[in-house]
């Protein structure tokens, strides 16, 4: 099995990783600014995607251009939230740099597409595959792709050796419960796991303790009086937030993208994909969804209420109203809720106290925290996971130290290294 990694290799975004060049796993974007795309011209038989966040999906559109078809496969709520967010990148940026694909090559898109349900072995470009819940977002996947594609991967062991490769992506994963989902599991037998390192150089306290946390922080601020504007990710962390803000009694608004995609969540075929659908009913039925029509935004940022809104790292949406209409007032409060990059304004802010908000560099003197909510396995999470892999090679990926983590992996016994951006291994 020949692999070759063209995004998400000693980085994170842009995720891409080629098999044997028929087999596409992942095609996401790095959405900075300018963005980046995978590396090189690819024309697979088949697409697998592991989960509906832009970094691992944005590009996958652009697969269809010209000539090519190629199958693509996901889970039911991958398919929904990918589309989702083809369709906001075409509104937004459509006929730019910043969209790599046309409306045709998303319409086409909708034709070749196959969805799957987790432990259903499939076939796909001669590989037996099969999704396993990696409890990051709704619909988030394993990987297991199996070069023997006559028996299911899921029945396969090593003493069945006969030359053939099982490889494990683990795609975004995470080892805690989460309100949205339920933490992963799953631990199939596999020869060689790619396995992302985000979280690798950081230990959370238990989810539960920071929701607590999070959670008093903002009835205090509501007690006193203030504004609560928590920028949110619009896929799991608002929902993440509006489940909080149900369970713990707060009124809150919801504005932005994460609207469409807790409705979204709610239909039919993705329920399966959640931990608890009637808690996310609840929080739904909690909030209050903004339109933002005739100054609504602005009358509702003078209110004594919490704002749960996009976007999480303040880049734009209807967070450039909600921030700088209550970023004056001490008793008010940003509760950021994800990982700010360097570079965006939510880092800028969390690090100076001041933001480049809707074009403008603002002070801002309303109390702003940070909680860390991530989806993302941590540091004790990656090791707990990996433990089940200790007779396996395992090649380090999506990070930012993803070189030191495999170094550390191998002082502890592993067989681990982390591939360069470009480089081809050939796995056995």
């Not at 998303?106 to 034709?111: D, G, K, M, N, Y």
């Not at 409890?135 to 006969?162: C, E, F, M, Q, Y």
Request: charged fraction near 25%; include cysteine.
């Amino acid at each position: 099995m020949e692999v070759q990694f063209l995004g998400g290799a000693r980085e994170i975004g842009r995720s891409a990783i080629l098999i044997d060049d028929r087999l596409l796993v992942d095609f996401g974007m790095d959405s900075g600014n300018p963005p980046a795309f995978p590396i090189g011209d690819v024309d697979p038989e088949a697409v697998v995607v592991s989960h509906g966040h832009l970094d691992h999906v944005g590009t996958v559109p652009a697969l269809l251009s010209g000539d090519s078809r190629p199958s693509v496969h996901w889970t039911p709520p991958t398919y929904d939230l990918a589309m989702t967010l083809a369709r906001d990148t075409l509104e937004l940026h459509g006929g730019s740099y910043d969209c790599p694909f046309t409306q045709a090559e998303l319409a086409r898109l909708t034709q070749v597409s196959e969805t799957h349900d987790y432990r259903e072995p499939f076939e796909a470009a001669g590989y037996e595959i099969t999704f396993y819940d990696a409890g990051h977002v709704p619909g988030s996947a394993h990987v297991l792709i199996d070069s023997a594609g006559g028996s299911p991967a899921s029945n396969r062991t090593k003493s069945d050796d006969d030359g053939d490769t099982r490889l494990l992506y683990t795609g975004d994963f995470h080892t805690e419960d989460q309100r949205l989902v339920a933490a992963t599991t799953a631990r199939p037998e596999a020869d060689v796991v790619i396995c992302e390192s985000t979280y690798a150089d950081t230990t959370r306290p238990p989810r539960e303790e920071i929701e607590r946390e999070f959670a008093e922080s903002l009835r205090t601020t509501i007690w006193e009086g203030g504004t609560v504007v928590v920028p949110a990710f619009a896929i799991g962390r608002t929902q993440e937030v509006l489940c909080l803000c149900e369970r713990y009694d707060l009124e809150c608004y919801v504005d932005g993208m994460g609207k469409r995609i807790t409705e979204l969540l709610l239909h039919e075929q993705n329920r399966p994909f959640l931990r608890d659908t009637d808690a996310l009913r609840r929080a739904k039925g909690n909030a209050r969804f903004v339109d933002g029509r005739d100054g609504q935004r602005k009358r509702i940022a003078e209110q004594n209420t919490v704002i749960v809104t996009t976007s999480g790292m303040l880049h734009g949406g209807p967070a450039m109203t909600y921030v700088p209409a209550i970023r004056t007032h001490p008793t008010n409060k940003i509760a950021m809720t994800g990982h700010q990059v360097e570079g965006t304004p939510g880092r800028d802010l969390l690090e100076t106290g001041s933001a480049e908000l809707d074009g403008r560099r603002m002070p801002v003197s309303a109390q702003v925290e940070q909680y860390d909510f991530s989806a993302h396995a941590d540091r004790t999470g990656l090791f707990e996971f990996l433990e089940s892999y200790r007779d396996s090679e395992v090649l380090v990926v999506h990070g930012d130290r993803c070189e030191a983590f495999a170094e550390e992996l191998r002082r502890e016994g592993f067989d681990a290294s982390a591939p360069a951006l470009g480089e081809s291994r050939t796995l056995e």
